[in-house]
């Protein structure tokens, strides 16, 4: 089984200003690694995933995310956000064998202010 | 490409109804998976299907939640008899094979009164 931890509910944070959003997870098995966002009133959206291969994978939107293994990490970071980049964050985890459903964290509000 | 398509966007009914939700999957997906977001409890995941043959339903609430997907492109949530508790906003999502990401629906904002 697999958990996921996403320590801060709340970012908030200056328009250009850089940010980071933390991830830790927890798994007996190897594992794939995604972000998604979620603006007000709508679906979750795809930001960046890792399946394998390098540890430091970009998304879209300007975001990129660093897996760290040793640390069971998976950080989201952002040089400067902007006003559009205010949304919920999830941060999941599936183990690359048995259950197929992702575990999600509980999100980390991203509140971006001019 | 259409992504997920879920039917109704929102409903709004009085406790005891039958509720019925509705997803289309992309094409060619094979995992379905259905969720329900409420700010007191995030993302939980109700059911999840593998090849239409239901794999996990340990997070259905209760018996009166059911789903069914009788083809690879169509799956059905239902609540019957609905009560105000259930009221929250229900994700659809589905995945094509290894890794692939999950791709959501606009979700289904169901009031129940």
């Known amino acids: 089984a697999q958990s996921v931890t996403q320590l801060d509910s709340q970012v908030p944070v200056f328009e250009e200003a850089p940010v980071e959003l933390r991830c830790n997870y927890s798994s007996s098995v190897s594992v794939y690694l995604f972000w998604y966002v979620q603006y007000p009133n709508q679906g979750l959206q795809l930001l960046l995933k890792?399946?394998?291969?390098?540890?430091l994978v970009k998304g879209i939107n300007g975001f990129e995310a660093e897996f760290n293994k040793s640390q069971t990490s998976f950080h989201l970071r952002k040089p400067s956000v902007h006003i559009s980049d205010t949304a919920e964050y999830f941060c999941?985890?599936?183990?690359?064998?048995?259950?197929?459903?992702?575990?999600f964290g509980s999100g980390t509000r991203l509140q971006v202010q001019p | 490409d259409a992504g997920v398509i879920q039917s109704p966007r929102h409903e709004v009914t009085e406790m005891g109804q039958e509720v019925t939700l509705r997803c289309k999957p992309i094409?060619?997906?094979?995992?379905l998976f259905w969720y329900r977001q409420t700010m007191m409890r995030g993302l939980e995941l109700l059911i999840y299907?593998?090849?239409?043959?239901?794999?996990?339903d340990s997070g259905m609430p209760e018996d009166r939640f059911s789903a069914k997907m009788p083809n690879a492109s169509f799956s059905t949530l239902k609540i019957q008899p609905s009560e105000p508790r259930d009221s929250a906003v229900y994700f659809c999502?589905?995945?094509?094979?290894?890794?692939?990401?999950?791709?959501f629906g606009d979700g289904t904002r169901l009031s129940i009164l």
């Open positions: 094409s060619g997906h094979n995992s």
């Open positions: 999502a589905s995945r094509g094979q290894g890794g692939q990401p999950q791709h």
């Open positions: 890792y399946l394998s291969g390098s540890t």
């Open positions: 299907f593998n090849n239409n043959v239901p794999i996990d």
């Open positions: 999941a985890v599936v183990g690359d064998t048995g259950r197929r459903a992702l575990t």
